[in-house]
């Protein structure tokens, strides 16, 4: 469990965080050497970390104000939050409708324009996070995560992880490799005034790894066979130690019939019709437990 002088770090950070940003175009934050001092572990270390490409020589004088404070470490670049902002829609078109998010919906140039060489080239990678997949829809069960630490795995949007946040967990961790995902989770949080204290961001890829949080919920991660064999040896383990695995999927490729035994069906979902629309072939979306 997280130190409440770590939370307090974090929330320190998140206000300092902020008006830095007001102030610069990047912001670099490193507190490695203070967190060590105060006993943290490696793997809470890189827990607390969100790392992204910046190049941290152009904010030397930021990056000493913050080393100071003795703040976790997290980076996030303005102007990919500003870039999140300007290509997409705010919407609630979906199954948690409470839940406010930045999405690339049909009005958004990203959507169905041909790409040009400025639009391939604005994110790094497909931005994966600008949609709200039907899995991610379907993890939306706030009586099981309540009082729980949870791991949102592959977290895209942040949803899953908002939605956690919202009804009571302990925190959450969301995951994801994409780095603008982190951002993009960020965004989201403050758009739905989270608790930011709650919130953590990792783009380190987990899988394989020991995992401390209590629940680990996976939306629409099973898109093919090779990630599904991949995944599942580490969620079987994971399972062995006690964890709750929660995993929403519409049906694809990566739970095939040979995982089936493996899961227990816990809630069935109709998807929204422009769900429908983005995700050809599917109209329903289901929750299932690990084992
Ligand atoms: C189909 S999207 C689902 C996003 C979100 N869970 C949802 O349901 O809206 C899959 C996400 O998994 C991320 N991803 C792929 N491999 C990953 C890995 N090894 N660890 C963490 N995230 C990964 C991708 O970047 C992408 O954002």
Same mark, same amino acid.
């Given at each position: 469990?997280?130190?409440?002088?770590?939370?307090?770090?974090?929330?320190?950070?998140?206000?300092?965080?902020?008006?830095?940003?007001?102030?610069?175009?990047?912001? *670099?934050?490193?507190?490695?050497?203070?967190?060590?001092?105060? /006993?943290?572990?490696?793997?809470?270390?890189?827990?607390?970390?969100?790392?992204?490409?910046?190049?941290?020589?152009?904010?030397?004088?930021?990056?000493?104000?913050?080393?100071?404070?003795?703040?976790?470490?997290?980076?996030?670049?303005?102007?990919?939050?500003? +870039?999140?902002?300007? =290509?997409?829609?705010?919407?609630?078109?979906?199954?948690?409708?409470?839940?406010?998010?930045?999405?690339?919906?049909? =009005?958004?140039?990203?959507?169905?324009?041909?790409?040009?060489? =400025?639009?391939?080239?604005?994110?790094?990678?497909?931005?994966?996070?600008?949609?709200?997949?039907?899995?991610?829809?379907?993890?939306?069960?706030?009586?099981?995560?309540?009082?729980?630490?949870?791991?949102?795995?592959?977290?895209?949007?942040?949803?899953?992880?908002?939605?956690?946040?919202?009804?009571?967990?302990?925190?959450?961790?969301?995951?994801?490799?994409?780095?603008?995902?982190?951002?993009?989770?960020?965004?989201?949080? =403050?758009?739905?005034?989270?608790?930011?204290?709650?919130?953590?961001?990792?783009?380190?890829?987990?899988?394989?790894?020991?995992?401390?949080?209590?629940?680990?919920?996976? /939306?629409?991660?099973?898109?093919?066979?090779?990630?599904?064999?991949?995944?599942?040896?580490?969620?079987?383990? *994971? %399972?062995?130690? /006690?964890?709750?695995?929660?995993? /929403?999927?519409?049906?694809?490729?990566?739970?095939?019939?040979?995982?089936?035994?493996?899961?227990? +069906?816990? %809630?069935?979902?109709?998807?929204?019709?422009?769900?429908?629309?983005?995700?050809?072939?599917?109209?329903?979306?289901?929750?299932?437990?690990?084992?």
């Amino acid at each position: 469990m997280l130190a409440t002088r770590t939370l307090k770090n974090v929330l320190t950070f998140q206000v300092n965080f902020s008006l830095l940003l007001k102030k610069s175009k990047i912001a *670099l934050i490193k507190a490695e050497d203070a967190l060590k001092s105060e /006993g943290e572990s490696k793997a809470k270390l890189e827990r607390l970390r969100f790392k992204s490409e910046t190049t941290p020589s152009q904010n030397k004088n930021a990056e000493n104000e913050l080393k100071k404070e003795a703040l976790p470490v997290w980076i996030c670049f303005q102007n990919l939050k500003e +870039k999140i902002v300007k =290509e997409t829609k705010i919407s609630d078109q979906h199954l948690t409708p409470e839940i406010l998010l930045h999405l690339i919906t049909p =009005e958004c140039r990203l959507f169905n324009a041909r790409l040009t060489a =400025e639009l391939e080239n604005l994110f790094k990678n497909d931005p994966f996070w600008g949609f709200y997949w039907p899995g991610g829809q379907a993890l939306k069960r706030p009586d099981l995560v309540k009082g729980k630490s949870v791991l949102d795995v592959g977290c895209g949007c942040g949803a899953t992880s908002i939605a956690a946040i919202k009804k009571n967990a302990k925190y959450a961790l969301a995951n994801d490799t994409d780095e603008a995902a982190g951002c993009s989770v960020l965004v989201n949080a =403050e758009l739905n005034s989270i608790d930011l204290c709650k919130l953590f961001i990792s783009s380190r890829n987990l899988i394989g790894s020991p995992v401390e949080e209590e629940v680990i919920c996976i /939306g629409d991660l099973f898109y093919d066979e090779e990630i599904a064999d991949i995944l599942f040896p580490w969620l079987d383990n *994971l %399972a062995d130690a /006690g964890k709750m695995i929660l995993i /929403g999927d519409p049906g694809r490729h990566g739970l095939s019939t040979t995982k089936m035994p493996f899961l227990t +069906k816990l %809630a069935a979902y109709d998807l929204t019709a422009n769900c429908c629309i983005e995700n050809k072939g599917f109209k329903n979306v289901f929750v299932w437990k690990f084992r």
